[in-house]
């Protein structure tokens, strides 16, 4: 809903998927539909390759590109990894970390994800910082333990400035990529929680001003319930991000008729 404090954001996670010519021709299209002053900003996490060439063509537009991962120091024999202030240079205006994919399948964890996250801030590069429980976890009783060990642990020692430079996607595993979606109540019963968590822990102000995202199934169908929540400030939209007809009515969700 939207937060005179808080700007609504929609980010559009492509994850391993389009090549340059596909992701391109893709931000031609979608420029033109989300450019309404009314309409929320569109992130778009897309693979490296194509970082310089989608900034280049979203510049003065309400496209904003970003990376989905990078490591977590500044330079070194890490071969095939990435350095945040490569991402920038290639025009990277944010970058997605501790992504549940990553977490999985890449075996990072709160502590490695806190070392991105300092590293992040201090080259100003925002971040999202993806939390979430597992549906084991969830079924345990435990959905509220397990994202304020992630906030606490992934923002371990940052200051409250740096903490500024981030936003929070609320992502419960079991609704990635899984056609689960969280209800939209769920979704702002684990927001609100998180907003309360972040304000006992790091002040009421920046709990006020922190974007929280939703993400995990968001669709067309979805968006609107969800986007409604007082404590949903956007949405992070993984498999629905790859088709220009639905994305574009998510960042349209106020006036899409599904
Ligand atoms: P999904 O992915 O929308 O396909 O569930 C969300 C994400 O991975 O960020």
């Known amino acids: 809903m939207v937060n005179p404090q808080r700007k609504s954001i929609i980010t559009g996670n492509w ?35 194509m970082l310089e060439s989608a900034s280049k063509i979203t510049k003065n537009t309400k496209v904003t590109i970003g990376a989905q991962n990078m490591n977590d120091a500044s330079e070194g024999a890490f071969t095939g990894e990435i350095a945040a202030r490569m ?3 290639a025009g990277a205006q944010f970058v997605i970390l501790g992504h549940s994919e990553r977490r999985t399948y890449f075996h990072e ?25 597992s549906e084991e976890e969830r079924e345990a009783g435990l959905s509220f333990e397990v994202i ?32 689960k979606t969280a209800t939209a109540e769920i979704a702002q019963e684990m927001h609100h929680h998180c907003r309360q968590f972040v304000g006992e822990n790091w002040g009421e102000d920046i709990a006020n001003k922190m974007i929280i ?16 929540q007082p404590d949903i400030d956007g949405l992070l939209v993984g498999g629905a991000s790859l088709s220009l007809d639905f994305f574009s009515q998510i960042v349209n969700y106020n006036t899409s008729t599904v």
């Open 15 to 49: 994850k391993m998927y389009k090549t340059i010519e596909e992701g391109l021709k893709f931000i031609q299209g979608l420029i033109p539909l989300v450019q309404s002053d009314e309409l929320p900003l569109v992130y778009l996490a897309v693979p490296y390759t």
């Open 87 to 89: 991402l920038k240079e």
């Open 109 to 133: 964890d709160n502590a490695f994800i806190n070392k991105k996250v300092k590293r992040a801030t201090q080259e100003n590069l925002p971040c999202v910082l993806c939390i979430g429980e």
């Open 148 to 179: 304020q060990k992630q906030l606490l642990e992934c923002f371990n020692g940052l200051t409250q400035k740096d903490i500024l430079k981030c936003m929070v996607a609320y992502e419960p595993k079991w609704a990635i990529g899984t056609g």
């Open 213 to 228: 995202q939703y993400g995990g199934s968001v669709k067309p169908e979805n968006a609107k319930a969800l986007m409604e």
